[in-house]
């Protein structure tokens, strides 16, 4: 079992990772970050175009990516 970094988010980076690969222009891996007002917004814009996607995609593969709680979401725990 995995220790837990005071600050960091339970949420799975790796799945996180998946879902905005998969499901990016839809918000799915915002929902499942817990950011459901900016993941509605995604999913009406289809990801900004894409734009946002790729951006949160950015943020997910750096380490920055942050939950509703902004706590970082460790990417590659997991994995």
């Given at each position: 079992?995995e220790?837990q ?75």
């Amino acid at each position: 079992m995995e220790t837990q970094i005071p600050g960091e988010s339970p949420k799975n980076g790796g799945l996180m990772l998946v879902l905005c690969l998969l499901l990016g222009l839809f918000g799915a891996h915002r929902f499942y970050a817990g950011k459901t007002s900016s993941a509605v917004v995604q999913l009406l814009t289809l990801g900004g175009l894409g734009i946002w996607t790729l951006v949160d995609l950015l943020f997910i593969l750096f380490g920055e990516f942050t939950d509703a709680e902004g706590r970082k979401v460790n990417t590659w725990k997991g994995l």
